[in-house]
């Protein structure tokens, strides 16, 4: 009996290495060649326009694989994969899916000649278990102290010049300052999200700074600019007069009994104001829309005020002055009361910010304030910033690091070829390729700083059979095109690049595994949950995530 018969109408059924196989590999092929060419420190933009027309112009690989919705189940995978990178360690997507597609790409030379999937899959698991021991003798770097801010810069400036090439020098010190302005007293509880960035257009990326504290891009409400020594009351929701929760009428005979009305509320409020006053609340931070009459006494007892519609950006608010939020217009405890030593209104290139600032006190929160000439050099100068902050985060839990620029991959795939020599069998095929993968990333970074990766990959062959181990691409050079990278302070973290070629390997023997595609007819009935309306069972559209 045929398959067609035993399937619905309409049911596409795919068997075999040719239809299956050699199909999910292409695939992932096509989707490593896109992300291929932003890898490194010269990797080129990607221009990206979502379903809603927003425009993306970046090297992040997370960014490019997010907005553009890859709908093919094996490409999918990968794409899962570099997002589960991304997740737990925030760097490093890019190199799991180049190295998938590496990996696909050697496994497809040895189908065609003949090998089966069983043998290929079982030398990836071999040379898997193996980079996992050969990485471990690969460390040339430990910090010890994760307050020396000399050791941490020269471990962070690779994660900033892969994303901003030529301004490591420049952010690698304020992110080092940063995070160690919020490091609590047990640096494994280090939350990136404590180091913020605002962005703010004009100037140039050289003026960047720090402030220990929070930047709203907003003006403050009112006439009042500038507090120090503040305490601070903070309200959860707007500030106006109060509403009842139900209906009622009010019969009025007089004139002068209309004035008494609106004029009990006027009091009542007063009176909650003063209070604030008698305090010492000289700022007031309001989660919600302020009245007109609420503003006029804040005004009235010189208390400057404060408007904000993000629940998560009052919760910064609270943290870094200490304060508790509160329901309702009320005079707050000590405990309640938050204290600030500097808020006032600036005027950078032409934006009105409200800088909260902690010069003495604690804070809990720190922000890089950027400068550049468009919106897209801002977001790629925050993403950066974002790597570079995760992988400090990385750090407080692991602070290996390894040779960067391509000499770890060199160095492991000239061991694991010495481990495929020795191993018998048909799987030493499939090792020696494993091997052979891991060449793309030296080769990559050289082909897009524009030198010759023949060339370039020869002769770190060469330094490392010598025992320089720590030799790796000079994207700078146009002679020989390698160099020592340890002296030039080029770290990759071990944590994340063992993370990502683990990432990597097991997707690829997961694709390797699927020798049938069956798929069914689309019924056209739309999927609960899914907005586009098309049916299309599995969709993950979500447009909250744009």
Do not use: W
């Not at 890898?39 to 553009?68: C, Q, R, S, Y």
């Not at 890019?94 to 000649?113: F, H, T, Y």
């Not at 018998?424 to 897009?448: V, W």
């Not at 689309?522 to 907005?531: A, L």
């Amino acid at each position: 009996m045929l398959i067609s018969q035993l399937l619905k109408e309409g049911t596409k059924n795919l068997s075999g290495v040719d239809e299956a196989v050699l199909k999910n590999i292409e695939a992932v092929k096509d989707l490593a060649k896109i992300t291929r060419t932003s890898l490194g420190p010269n990797g080129m933009n990607k221009m990206v326009i979502n379903k809603i027309g927003k425009l993306f112009v970046t090297n992040d690989a997370a960014t490019i694989l997010k907005e553009l919705e890859v709908v093919h189940p094996a490409a999918q995978m990968c794409v899962m994969a570099s997002d589960q990178q991304q997740q737990e360690l925030g760097d490093g997507t890019n190199l799991v899916i180049v190295l998938c597609g590496e990996l696909l790409a050697q496994a497809e030379g040895l189908l065609k000649m003949g090998l089966h999937t069983s043998d290929i899959i079982r030398g990836y698991e071999k040379a898997q278990e193996k980079v996992s021991e050969i990485l471990d003798s690969l460390i040339v770097k430990t910090v010890k102290d994760l307050t020396n801010e000399t050791e941490l810069v020269s471990c962070l400036r690779s994660s900033i010049s892969s994303k901003q090439f030529g301004f490591e020098d420049t952010f690698a010190p304020l992110v080092v300052k940063s995070c160690l302005s919020v490091l609590p007293s047990d640096p494994s509880r280090f939350n990136v999200d404590n180091v913020r960035v605002a962005k703010i257009l004009g100037g140039g990326i050289t003026d960047a700074h720090i402030v220990r504290g929070v930047v709203l891009t907003r003006d403050s409400e009112g006439t009042i600019k500038f507090v120090e020594n503040a305490k601070v009351a903070v309200y959860s929701q707007g500030l106006d007069t109060e509403k009842t929760d139900q209906q009622g009428k009010v019969f009025v005979e007089k004139a002068s009994q209309l004035e008494n009305y609106a004029k009990t509320e006027e009091r009542s409020l007063e009176v909650r104001v003063k209070a604030l006053s008698k305090a010492g609340i000289k700022l007031v931070i309001a989660g919600g829309g302020i009245g007109e009459i609420v503003m006029h006494y804040m005004e009235k007892y010189n208390i400057m005020v404060l408007k904000t519609s993000s629940k998560f950006e009052l919760r910064r608010i609270c943290q870094s002055c200490n304060a508790t939020p509160l329901m309702r217009l009320g005079t707050p405890t000590q405990e309640e009361t938050g204290f600030v030593d500097y808020c006032g209104t600036e005027e950078i290139g032409g934006t009105r910010v409200t800088v909260m600032r902690q010069d003495k006190s604690s804070c809990g929160i720190s922000t890089i304030v950027v400068r550049a000439a468009t919106n897209n050099i801002l977001d790629d100068i925050e993403r950066a910033i974002e790597d570079s902050t995760n992988t400090f985060k990385a750090m407080t839990k692991d602070a290996s690091f390894l040779a960067g620029a391509g000499a770890v991959e060199i160095e492991l795939s000239r061991r694991i070829k010495a481990f495929g020599d020795c191993t018998p069998g048909q799987d030493q095929y499939a090792i020696k390729k494993y091997a052979e993968a891991f060449e793309i990333l030296p080769r990559t970074l050289a082909e897009n700083a524009g030198l010759d990766a023949t060339l370039v990959l020869s002769n770190m062959y060469a330094q490392h059979e010598q025992g320089q181990i720590t030799i790796g691409v000079d994207v700078k050079s146009s002679s020989s095109g390698v160099m020592d990278v340890v002296r030039n302070d080029i770290f990759d973290h071990a944590g994340s690049k063992k993370r990502a070629i683990e990432l990597a390997t097991s997707t690829v023997i997961t694709i390797l595994r699927i020798s049938q595609i069956i798929m069914s007819k689309q019924s056209g009935i739309p999927v609960p949950g899914d907005r586009s309306g098309t049916g299309t069972m599995g969709s993950t559209d979500n447009d909250d995530d744009v």
